[in-house]
Structure formats: C-alpha cells, structure tokens
C-alpha cells in the first residue's frame, strides 16, 4: 500500500470517527435539551457547521446551565431552612401580611408567586428611585450610617470616580470594624485584581461571581453565558436596595449616552430581610467555605411602612423561569393597562403572546425602549419584536431623552414590578436576577406616572414606521432577531 493510499485512509478514518462524534454529540444535546427544542436546534446547527469545535463549544458553554442547576439546588437545600428560621424569628408580630384592598384584585398572582417561593411580607416602605444622583446620595448616606455590616453584589462596578467613591467608603467602613461583603460579576465587573486585593487587605470581602479562567482576561470565562446581573444592598439587615442601577459614572448622566434614565427601590421592613436571605445564598454559591450567618443578619424588622411585596428571583439554577412567570401573571391580570420599560425588549413567544391577548382584549399596553441604542444587535431585534405586536394594538415608544435602562412593568396603576430582569430570554433563563413585586398602590401610581412623564420625551413607533423601514434596517432586524438567543 502506497503512501497516497495511507493519506486516504487516515482521512476516511478521521471523517467516519467525526461523523461519529457528531452522531454521538446530536444524541447527548437531543437529550439533554429536550425540554427547550428551540436550544436544541441551534446547538445542533452551531455543531454540524462548526464539526466537532462545536460539540466541544457546547460542551463548554451549553452544559454551564446543568452543571449550575446540580450545584446550586444543593447548596441551596442546605441554606434555606437556616435562612427562613431567622428570617421568621425576625418577624415579630407573627401576624403576616394584611390581605387588603391593594393584594385583594392580584391574590392569584399573590399565590403563584407564593407556590414558587416568594415570601409575602406587609409593611415596608418603599421609596420609588429614577435618577441616578439621588440613588448614590441616599446610599452613600444609608452606608455611612451603617453600624454592623454592609452586603453589596452589583453585576457593573466600574472602576471610574462614583466606582471609588463607593469603595472607599466600603473600605473605611471594613476600617471601623463593620462586616463588609462585596460580590459582584466576574464579567461585568472588571476591576484590577491589584485592587481587589487592596480591598481584601484592607478589610472588605470580595467575590467574584463565576470568575474568568484568567483574572486579566475577563471574556475567557467558560460561564460567560451565565451572568449574576442581580444589584442589590443590604445594610444592617434594615434596609434594603434593588433595581436597574449599577455602580459607574455613566448611572450618573456623565459619559456619551447622555442622561442616564433608570428605575430603583430603596426599603425598610420585612423585605429586607428576603434580600438579605438572596445576597446570603449567593455568597454562599460563589464562596469555598461553608455560609457565616448569624442573628445579626436578621434583625427584628419592624413595619414602617404600608407595602406588601414579594421578592422574585430567577436564574439558570432553575428549569422554570420565575420571573417571567410573574410577568406572564402580572399581563394575564391587568384590566385596564400594561405599562412596560426596558432597554432590551427580545421576549420569547409566550410573552408576545400574552401582550397580544392584552391588547385584543381592550387592555391598553404600551411598551418602551430606548431610541439610542446600547447593543445594535439587540435593539434591531428588539424593533422587530415590537413590529409584530403592533398589529394587535400594543403601543411601541422610543425614548429619546438619553438612555432608558429602566426594568419595570406597571399594571392598572395597583400593582409592580422593579428590578433587574429585563424583558429579554437572556434575562427568562440565562442570567440570575430579582426583581421586587410591589403590592402598594402609592408606589405603583407613582411608576405609572413617571412611565407617562417619560412619554412626553418619546417618540411612537408606529405600524406605518415598522412597515416603511428601508431595506437595509429590515436587513438588519431580521439578521439580529435570527441570533436573538445569544445576546
């Protein structure tokens, strides 16, 4: 046998071998991805195009969801029973919340949210937040009043002037003897690890969620795809921050977007401490030794306010999607009107379909997104998805006053939703976010009034908009709704 005729076999053997490999890796994704046949097809494209880089591609990437879902259930079941004992021992009264006029008309969605674990707790205060120089001073006034210990976990940090003007306050606060917790993502967080160990030095400790591979190279991240996009402060157990803002100079207005428009609620009371109880099972999932909680954590709550509120939260830790299925309720309930901001509008058809139904049903619904775009990709897609809504008569606005980064949804003005989820399938499934369900008509009225004076900075986008786009826009639309998944 020749030289060429060994060349020719050694290459029919590696073909047969990957074509074997590809067979086998179909089977596995087939498997595995059962339950979501869109993933599975994709996954088998990304596998046949790319040959055996892509089984190796969703080896890496596709199986992160399954691996974080084994290990962070565990983990979970052996915190939350401590977790709940405390957080009840907190609760003085015992009385529970008070099914009032503000609960009476959303009780299903009350139950749902209950069934998926989301603790209903009464008499908070709620102080509704939409300008970023007003979050900063009153968080930068609750840390300094701290007087036992300060959680912090933000997906953004940024390593800017309003970056180290919280950290410095951290680390002097680490100085007067408090307990000061910092986790935040190992994506989007990019801070030098020269001064994250300056920070663990001086006292502060930090935690990078799902770090990179390298510290210097924070893309190479084999989790890449799951991010922890949740913001949340917890200061003495007694009060409580979440919502859209992160921690950098542009939540302020200063860099090119202009004006910053986003949407934060700072509380006291009970929920305080179903924000402390989610900033503690995150700390634990991203730490090598074991929870540290104590009493402390959970002090008595008091009620000083009249709200009642759940805390929802979601992530690639669970196969159902909690926060778009408080969405999904908050939709299928509205009689009057579905009010909803985010700067990334990419739903999947469950919730296309139940702002259909809204809106054929004489509900009125009106969604927004920012005119300038953050990710072209993603806004492209999401012009898109809002030009199939448009017929069934759903609203469409673009705000032009800067950018919108703001995550809510308003129902009839009695009941919302703020927090970090976007209304996007990355936020449904691949990252971990909470969001706060804000049962006090006051706070909603007071949303439901700056979404219409937001109105007056918007422009509509209409039917006659959608179908008069140049060839090159629907060019673009139809390609980044294609690959809307991966954004």
């Known amino acids: 046998m020749g030289t060429a005729d060994l060349i020719s076999l050694f290459e029919a053997s590696v073909t047969m071998v990957m074509a074997a490999v590809n067979v086998l890796g179909a089977i596995v994704i087939l498997h595995i991805e059962r339950r979501n046949p869109r993933a599975a097809v994709l996954w088998l494209l990304i596998m046949f195009v790319l040959s055996t880089f892509g089984l190796v591609i969703y080896l890496l990437f596709g ?39 503000d609960l009476a008309s959303r009780s299903s969605l009350v139950r749902m949210l209950l069934a998926n674990q989301s603790r209903l707790s009464s008499g908070n205060r709620v102080d509704l937040i939409t300008d970023g120089n007003k979050k900063f001073r009153l968080l930068f006034k609750d840390l300094e009043e701290a007087r036992d210990h300060i959680h912090a976990e933000y997906y953004v940090l940024r390593d800017d002037e309003l970056g180290n003007r919280f950290l410095d306050l951290l680390v002097r606060k680490a100085g007067e003897g408090l307990e000061v917790r910092l986790l935040v993502d190992g994506v989007g967080t990019r801070l030098p690890p020269e001064k994250v160990a300056g920070l663990r030095e001086r006292g502060v400790k930090v935690l990078l969620f799902f770090p990179p591979v ?140 139940a702002l259909r139904v809204a809106a054929l049903s004489g509900v009125d619904v009106r969604v927004m997104m920012p005119a300038l775009p953050d990710h072209p990709l993603v806004h492209w897609a999401g012009l898109d998805y809002l030009g199939d809504l448009l017929p069934s008569g759903v609203r469409a606005f673009l705000f032009e006053d800067g950018f919108l980064h703001a995550k809510t949804i308003v129902v009839d003005g009695e009941v919302a939703s703020i927090g970090s989820a976007n209304w996007d399938i990355r936020s449904f499934a691949l990252n971990f976010e909470t969001n706060a369900i804000i049962y006090c008509q006051k706070v909603a009225a007071r949303q439901e009034e700056a979404f219409l004076q937001d109105l007056t900075v918007c422009r509509e986008w209409t039917l006659q908009d959608h179908l008069s786009r140049s060839l090159r826009l629907r060019a673009k639309c139809s390609f980044a709704r294609m690959f809307s998944w991966v954004f």
């Not at 290990?71 to 919340?97: F, H, I, N, S, V």
């Not at 890449?224 to 302020?252: C, P």
């Not at 909690?322 to 009057?336: F, N, P, Q, S």
């Open 63 to 101: 199986l992160s969801a399954h691996r974080i879902r084994r290990r962070y259930r565990a983990k979970e079941a052996e915190d939350r029973m401590g977790l709940e004992a405390l957080r009840q021992r907190a609760d003085l009264d015992g009385t529970g919340p008070n099914l009032g006029a």
């Open 214 to 353: 390298i510290e210097r190279l924070p893309s190479l991240n084999l989790r890449i795809n799951h991010r922890n996009h949740r913001k949340i402060v917890v200061i003495d157990g007694r009060v409580g921050y979440l919502g859209g803002f992160n921690v950098g100079d542009e939540y302020l207005g200063r860099k090119e977007k202009g004006r910053w428009r986003d949407t934060h609620v700072r509380v006291e009371g009970p929920v305080v401490l179903d924000l402390q109880a989610r900033f503690l099972l995150d700390w634990d999932f991203t730490a090598e030794r074991p929870l540290e909680i104590e009493p402390r954590h959970f002090p008595p709550a008091g009620r000083p306010g009249d709200g009642a509120m759940q805390i929802v939260s979601g992530g690639p830790d669970r196969r159902e999607s909690r926060v778009k299925e408080a969405y999904l309720k908050m939709i299928g309930t509205a009689r009057r009107s579905v009010f909803i901001q985010s700067p990334y509008f990419v739903p999947d058809e469950s919730v296309m379909d």
